[in-house]
């Protein structure tokens, strides 16, 4: 069987299964869905089995047609690259970047960072994905983001990124928060876990990476944290604490929103940190619009990593 000339066929595929009909994906494609069925059968003729599930609706992929699929979107994406970084190189194009990060980033030290990189490269087409650790890393694999604002620690051995090309950028110590007036807002030294070991405490859920970790430096000072409530939004987590339900330790991009009556205290050593990293793939081309990036956020000022949180989302 021989696929490689089977590419677009596999890209229609790839679009029928996205949208679940092949009107949809005529539509989405610019083809009429007669020439969607007919992409579909001559692809099923060289695979020599059904792809999809004609009779269902939305459609359904067969085995066959899932296999594909994952593998197509794989192929479709580097070929599009592929195109991106000859345009650029013959001088078509200005350039395009697929940025993704994950959301404390994009609601802190991003947005400033992005508008300076487009006031110095205005001619580059910049997109952003909103989206969590492990999907960015394999978002950057499979060839859909050109670059990706990461973390990790070594509590998390499944944040931990495959063969990727990293820039530390900084790093993010977790910090107390507190309600107002709590007896730990006294005093001017630092406050370490183990004095909170006490308190009840407001945490995330058990796949929430920040609690995760979270949880692994509180064992390591030899305690577990009890836990009364949870969430996974920051704001939510700070809203608990405000109305004094207990106490929190967050990492430090997500501390203190606005208007939020609670007290931030750093803490001592140890104290639980994320990893802050910028990461590409290692053998993608470095266009001149993904190391202008990389140049715009590792020349971030000190303390630019600190700023305060502007929404809620977990990550």
């Known amino acids: 069987m021989e696929l490689i000339g089977q590419t677009r066929r596999l890209a229609v595929l790839a679009e029928v299964a996205d949208r679940g009909s092949f009107s949809a994906a005529a ?3 610019g083809m009429t869905q007669s020439a969607v069925s007919q992409h579909i059968s001559a692809l099923e003729r060289a695979v020599g089995a059904s792809v999809v599930d004609r009779t269902s609706r939305p459609v359904q992929l067969t085995e066959a047609g899932v296999i594909l699929v994952r593998h197509a ?3 479709v994406a580097r070929l599009d690259v592929a195109e991106q970084e000859l345009a650029v190189a013959a001088g078509r194009r200005g350039g395009r970047l697929r940025l993704g990060a994950f959301p404390t980033a994009l609601a802190t030290f991003l947005p400033p960072v992005l508008a300076r990189f487009q006031r110095k490269h205005p ?4 997109t952003v994905v909103d989206d969590h650790v492990p999907r960015l890393q394999k978002r950057l694999v499979d060839g859909e983001l050109d670059l990706a604002v ?3 620690h070594d509590a998390m051995p499944d944040l931990a990124p495959p063969d990727l090309q990293r820039v530390h950028l900084f790093d993010d110590p977790f910090r107390a928060v507190l ?3 709590h007896r730990l807002t006294k005093g001017a030294g630092l406050l370490g876990l183990v004095d909170l070991a006490d308190e009840t405490w ?7 990476a920040w609690f995760r970790i979270l949880r692994h430096a509180c064992r390591e000072a030899g305690f577990e944290p009890r836990v009364a409530l949870t969430s996974d939004d920051y704001i939510g987590v700070q809203a608990f604490v405000a109305a004094n339900l207990g106490v929190a330790v967050v990492p430090g991009l997500a501390t203190a929103p606005a208007g939020l009556r609670v007290t931030v205290r750093e803490l001592r050593a140890p104290v639980p940190v994320r990893r802050i990293w910028v990461a590409r793939e290692n053998d993608a081309y470095p266009s001149p619009a993904v190391q202008a990036m990389v140049d715009t956020l590792t020349s971030l000022p000190p303390g630019a990593g600190r700023p305060r949180l502007r929404s809620g989302a977990a990550g």
């Open 27 to 29: 539509a989405a494609l």
């Open 73 to 75: 979107r794989a192929v």
């Open 123 to 126: 001619t580059v087409r910049l």
């Open 150 to 152: 990461t973390y990790d």
């Open 179 to 181: 309600p107002r007036g």
């Open 202 to 208: 407001v945490g995330g859920s058990a796949q929430s």
